[in-house]
């Protein structure tokens, strides 16, 4: 047995056991992957796939047992490696961070700013996408650190902790007639169109559940991921925007006006994220406290152990 065959097992699983993508993944053969998979089987005297022919179309009972443990394998043997950097190399090595593009175009700029005063001979990689996404990434080791406000909780494999608390505005051009003195309602809203976020983005659930509540319909004409998209199209005028409060800023959103609509919306709160059971190293620690000072060390452990942290 040997953690190339382990691998080969562990990939099969995640992309859905096409093999041809495994081999690019491993950066091998797809002979090469059939001859590791089928030798760890040979090895444990049992199948770990159903197979067409050739081609491996699901896990067996036998490895719908085995392959969370192999998980388990390979993820304690990166822990191990961790370890040894952190005793070795305390100040190198590599950090990950996923997050949503608002996260990573907004809230994460000045933590990113300040730890890399801290840390100059640390690489960061920052990666954008769906809060799916970002969790995805953080099951398979892509990311060590996720930053949400959808999903992250979705997932038994990772460990979540609040961070921030956000509202919604409303933004629109100078001259807008929700700009006038009166209050700024759903009904108001409803009666412009509309653009947003996509669904399961940057608290959309909050701004669908509060037209629902209300009996009211939206005009919608134009959802994107990122609040610069948004903020384009209202400036051309096709309809007025519903974004995450500290997405607009008055220094360079000059074509625009805000207009705070946490009456109207519920609180969103953001979430950190990390892979159950993994070793963080202490630079990991020291971004995590960087972005949300609540995050302690001694906050995070606690939380890795299963104990209960509140959304303060």
Not at 196 to 225: C, K, W
Not at 281 to 286: E, G, K, M, N, S
């Amino acid at each position: 047995m040997n953690f190339q065959q382990l691998r080969s097992v562990r990939e099969a699983v995640r992309c859905g056991f096409n093999l041809t993508e495994v081999s690019k993944v491993l950066h091998t053969s797809q002979p090469g992957v059939s001859r590791q998979i089928r030798e760890l089987e040979e090895e444990l005297g049992v199948d770990l796939f159903v197979r067409a022919g050739k081609r491996l179309t699901s896990l067996t009972a036998v490895g719908e047992v085995v392959a969370p443990i192999v998980e388990r394998m390979l993820n304690d043997a990166e822990n191990l490696r961790r370890v040894g950097e952190e005793f070795t190399q305390a100040v190198h090595g590599r950090l990950s961070i996923a997050a949503t593009h608002s996260q990573a175009r907004y809230a994460l700029p000045g933590a990113v700013r300040d730890f890399r005063q801290r840390y100059p001979q640390v690489t960061l990689n920052l990666h954008q996408g769906s809060p799916k996404q970002v969790a995805e990434m953080l099951i398979s080791g892509e990311a060590d650190i996720g930053i949400a406000t959808e999903a992250l909780t979705q997932y038994d494999a990772l460990v979540t902790l609040p961070c921030y608390r956000w509202t919604h505005s409303v933004i629109v051009p100078p001259g807008h007639p929700l700009l006038d003195s009166g209050p700024l309602t759903l009904e108001r809203l409803s009666e412009f169109p509309v653009i947003t976020y996509g669904p399961g983005y940057t608290g959309r659930l909050h701004i669908d559940e509060a037209f629902q509540a209300s009996g009211l319909d939206f005009n919608l004409v134009l959802t994107a991921m990122d609040a610069d998209v948004i903020k384009t199209y209202v400036e051309l005028g096709l309809g007025v925007g519903i974004v995450a409060s500290i997405a607009f800023d008055e220094d360079r959103d000059r074509n625009l006006r805000a207009i705070d609509a946490r009456h109207l919306f519920a609180v969103n709160l953001t979430k950190l994220a990390v892979r159950r059971g993994s070793f963080l190293r202490a630079f990991v620690y020291d971004f995590i406290e960087t972005f949300a000072s609540p995050l302690k060390p001694e906050v995070v452990e606690a939380a890795m152990r299963g104990e209960h942290i509140g959304d303060q």
